[in-house]
C-alpha cells in the first residue's frame, strides 16, 4: 500500500507539478497569465516555490492548463500524533497499535494467521483483555484450552501461564488491551471438548 504524503510534501511539489504540467501542456508563461489574468511574475513566483500556493491561484491555473487539480496536489495523509500508526510483525503476526506506548491499559488489533503453532505458554506481569473480531481464536490458559469466535472477549491474569492463536484454517482479528488492571478471569465461550 503506497502512503499519502504529508501536508509539507504535498505542497513542496506543488511548484515543480505546476511547471511540469505548462510544460507538457507547451504553453507559456505570458499565455498563461493572459488566459488567468495572472500576472507571469506571480506564475513564475508560484512555479518556483516561492509564492505560497493559493486555491485563488492554483484553480484558474488548473482551468486554462486543462489539468485536473489532483494531478497538482496530491491528497496528504493526516496523521493523528495520538496513536502511533506503524504495525509491527512477529512470527507472522500483525501487531497494530491503537495507543500510545505509555498509556494504560495499551490497546492493539492483532492479526494471526492460521498455521500450524505449537502452543508455548508464558508468563508476565499485567492483565490482557481479548476480544475476537473475526475468525476463531484458540486460547490456552493454564490447564483450560478453548475456542473464542467473533464477539466473545476474555479477561485473565498473566501471571497465568498462557498462549494464543488462530484456530482452524482462516487467520483471526482480535483486539487486545494489556494492562496492569483487573483482578480475575472472565471467560464468555465453551470449553473444548
Known sequence: MESQPTIGAVIEQIAPRLRRARERKNVSLTALSRATGISTSTLSRLESGQRKPSLELLLPVTAALGVPLDEIVAAPRIVDPRVPQEPTRKDGRVLIPLSRQQSEPRAYKMIIPAHDEEPHLRTHAGHEWLYVLRGRLRVQLGGKDFVMG???AAEFDCQIPHWFGAAGRGGVEVLSLFGKQGE???????ARG
Open 184 to 190: 480475575r478471569i472472565h471467560l464468555r465461550t465453551r
Open 150 to 152: 467473533p464477539g466473545e
